[in-house]
């Protein structure tokens, strides 16, 4: 039998912890560093420690750092490996052992704890680290061609645009090894998947951009943990791990629909609520009320979303308190405090339910009288024998969008079954005017590593919750 999600999660810690490391509980999601939203990363509690501007209790530290990415809020569901919501395990040196021993110990973990064949990996370096080349190479014992360099966007690790950062190798694994060497190209999501990020953090950026190298050189790692559980449970992706898996049954079960039989908008859906019922889940937990700003406008988002997919697998009832108690039956044992706020998590999410379904509702009565009024005037028009085309304008599609939290594909499937099209061109319009207006209340956040910046600001700063302001460019479905 493979390897459940606590065990993955226990066996780092000891292997850590054999090596005298301290075991460290997880620190909130909510930050307490007042530049920066939600926690994004394992360091992110050690940052003053790393800046020297906290002396740190132990000179090792390992822990399974709650994380919530919203940047990857895209992503979920339509790649195999993020989420909004993961756990990143990590092992910390405070300017204690360095390179040589992290890249020793990362590889004896994966191949010896977790038995992953060392054939089936490969490693990246910093495109300028000849250093820990050198290591993987010589100590290690891998291959050169198994070591791949690469540039600052994969290799270079920071916490945000300021602060500790530092070059960092990755440990890939390889899901077609048949298709051999002679092209490793670790972009290649459908063969490779990024597992463990080991972050040589020597340097800190200051707001000009100036990097000088930190009092102490440390250790930062980060290994996802429901990666590493696709991996040794054999699924094709995390959702499919026991970390995930039973809360999309539960709703996958209120649909009435077999996952392995759904269509793949359908999985999607399942991996959205499933994905984002630990988020909310996690997030009210640990002090996050819905809202319209900030991290409560994120949980809401969250909610929401749950809601509107639940919509797309044909649930019309509340059931976001029935996925989310799945979550804490799965999250429980490593985290009390689930079980202990369950009455505030589901209070707090069955009342943005109802009040997003009432929202719901209330722009579905604005659609038709939308329809009435342009039916109307259709048959005025056919007297004076001009046909007015049954369309929803792009600025009323917009506001269905914007106020009353209608995505363009739910105004699209209402108005075809009315004979309606919706002026698609028109509602872009729309939205690019609102995302230039948000791009003038622009303030760059401290919030996440590499790119996704102006996205994730272009988020944030619709402080004023009016329904869905996710771009729809790409035609995704919200
Ligand atoms: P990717 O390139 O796959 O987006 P990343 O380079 O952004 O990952 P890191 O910032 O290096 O990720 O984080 C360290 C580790 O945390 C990753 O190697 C991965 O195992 C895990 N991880 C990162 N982002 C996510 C996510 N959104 N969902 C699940 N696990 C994640
Ligand atoms: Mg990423
Ligand atoms: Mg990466
Ligand atoms: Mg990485």
Not at 84 to 98: I, R
Not at 213 to 236: C, F, M, S, Y
Not at 417 to 436: I, Y
């Amino acid at each position: 039998p493979s390897l459940s999600g606590a065990d993955i999660r226990q066996a780092f810690l000891d292997f850590y912890a054999q090596r005298g490391h301290q075991v460290l509980p997880s620190a909130s999601l909510v930050p307490e560093d007042p530049t920066v939203l939600l926690t994004i990363a394992g360091m992110l509690p050690f940052k003053p420690i790393f800046l020297g501007q906290r002396d740190p209790d132990y000179a090792r530290a390992t822990t399974s750092q709650k994380c919530v990415r919203t940047n990857d809020i895209e992503n979920v569901g339509r790649t195999a490996r993020h989420h909004t919501f993961f756990e990143m395990l990590g092992n910390f040196s405070f300017g204690d052992y360095f390179k040589k021993e992290a890249i020793a110990w990362a590889w004896e973990l994966v191949t010896e704890v977790f038995g992953l064949p060392p054939e089936r990996l490969v490693v990246s370096v910093f495109r300028e680290d000849d250093e820990a080349f050198a290591l993987w190479r010589d100590e290690v014992g891998i291959p050169a061609h198994r070591i791949q360099r690469m540039g600052e966007a994969d290799n270079f690790w920071a916490a945000g645009p300021t602060g500790p950062c530092g070059p960092c190798s990755e440990i890939y694994y390889d899901f077609k090894p048949e298709l051999g060497d002679a092209h490793i190209d670790l972009e290649d999501d459908s063969r490779f998947l990024e597992i463990y990020n080991l972050v040589f953090m020597e340097l800190n950026r200051d707001s000009e951009g100036h990097l000088t190298p930190l009092a102490k050189q440390n250790i930062d790692t980060g290994l996802g943990l429901e990666r590493l559980a696709q991996v040794l449970q054999g699924v094709p992706n995390n959702y499919e791990t026991d970390l995930i898996f039973p809360i999309i049954q539960t709703a996958a079960d209120i649909a009435q629909l077999d996952y392995f039989k759904a269509t793949p908008e359908q999985q999607t859906s399942l991996k959205v609520i499933g994905d984002h019922a630990r988020a909310v889940m996690h997030l009210i937990a640990d002090g996050v009320i819905p809202s319209n700003v900030d991290r409560g406008y994120v949980l809401r988002r969250l909610i929401r979303r749950i809601v509107r997919h639940g919509r797309l697998l044909g649930i019309t009832d509340p059931f976001t308190t029935a996925v989310v108690e799945t979550s804490i039956q799965l999250a429980e044992a490593a985290y009390p405090q689930v079980r202990e706020r369950e009455t505030l998590i589901k209070t707090e999410l069955q009342r943005e339910e109802e009040q997003f379904l009432k929202t719901l509702e209330r722009g579905e009565r604005l659609l038709f009288e939308l329809f009435a009024t342009a039916t109307q005037s259709a048959e005025a028009g056919k007297k004076d024998r001009t046909t007015l085309p049954k369309q929803i304008s792009g600025s009323d599609a917009f506001k269905l969008f914007d106020t009353y939290g209608f995505p363009l594909e739910l105004t699209q499937e209402i108005a075809a079954e009315q004979g309606f099209t919706v002026d698609l061109a028109g509602f872009e319009q729309e939205m690019e005017q609102q995302r230039q207006r948000a791009r003038a209340a622009h303030q760059t956040i401290d919030l996440t590593a590499q790119g996704s910046l102006d996205a994730l600001a272009d988020f944030l700063s619709q402080t004023e919750f009016l329904g869905y302001t996710q771009s729809l460019a790409k035609g995704v479905v919200e």
